[in-house]
């Protein structure tokens, strides 16, 4: 027993070391290449100077290069990595909450609504009583409503089974995915709204600033912080409702708990990015083949590869047809819809 905790700790340390490695690489090539090329030396200068405040290190470039560095290039990575994290976690909450390997909050319907809620703000003016937040208010409560339709859809006799829920977040990501369109074309004016919204729906990290990134972070580690404490819950959650309530967990509260964690995260994380599918289905697999279900390890190595998965989406996305950019949604789809395909088929052989 020893040696079987001690190997799966090695291997855990293992994982977590390379995928550190991993993101260190991404970070930097993403930060360098673009269409002003920088060498990595000069971005380390530009960081220890703004994060001491002082010019510590004087060298010769031009201003406009350090503004694309700190003030373009620095926040998109950044928020890359926060926006893959976020949806990484959800994609394990989905999963433990429904115990279907398929969930996730791509398929479950709630990034399609929250695009939805953003949408609505961004052409129709809607919740603009919330200022410079209406859009991550209306992709909150996008998401809200989509994840209570699919769960009201999915009850049968007052009993959701996961099967049904999947189905129903499938069905309702459709809805709200048309609702959207019927916004953008039939509200279609040419103006830069419309255009906004149209490469939003596909995922953008485009628009990445300072200031959003830091609210999209205190939400994010709030959330993660929250749900970390539920770690050996979520892990008594995977053995079924009856069980987990014999051991003392209450599942409805804890239900309640995945729900908001998932509804508030994916919201905001949508209202900067946009739809970018997949991530929070292909990443926990992945890591759980490394690090197994529990949840303790589970969780960080989830946010950690979700950061690097969806930094590396995004660098193909502005570099494969430079200086055109790809939405960044459209290259995880490249890679999230055959490893759903695969688990699809995995399932239906695993029943033979």
Known sequence: MKGTVKSG???????LLLVLLLIAAVLTISVTIGAVN?????????????????????????????NIIWNIRFPRVLMAFIVGAGLALCGVLMQALTKNPLADPYVLGISSGASAGA??????GWFSFMGGYSVIFGATMGA??????????????????STQLVLAGIATSALFSAFTNLMVYGINTGSDKTKMA????VGSLSGATWSKLRYVVVVGVVVIVVIFLFAKELDVLLLGDDVAETLGVDTRKMKLVIIAASTILTGVVVSVSG???FVGLVVPHIMRSFVGSGHRRLIPMAILGGGLFTMLTDLISRTIIAPSELPIGVVAAFFGAPFFLYLIRRGNMGKK
């Not at 000069?42 to 350090?66: C, H, M, P, Q, Y």
């Not at 949408?119 to 129709?124: D, E, F, K, P, S």
């Open 198 to 201: 149209l490469y939003w729906m």
């Open 275 to 277: 739809v970018i599918g």
């Open 144 to 161: 809200a409503d989509s994840i209570c339709l699919s769960l009201s859809i999915a009850s049968i006799h007052g009993r959701i089974t």
């Open 9 to 15: 700790k090695g291997r855990f340390l293992v994982t």
């Open 38 to 66: 920088v060498s990595a030396g000069d971005i380390g200068k530009i960081l220890v100077n703004k994060i001491s405040g002082k010019d510590i290190f004087r060298i010769a470039w031009e201003g406009k290069t350090e």
């Open 119 to 124: 949408v609505c703000a961004i052409l129709l």
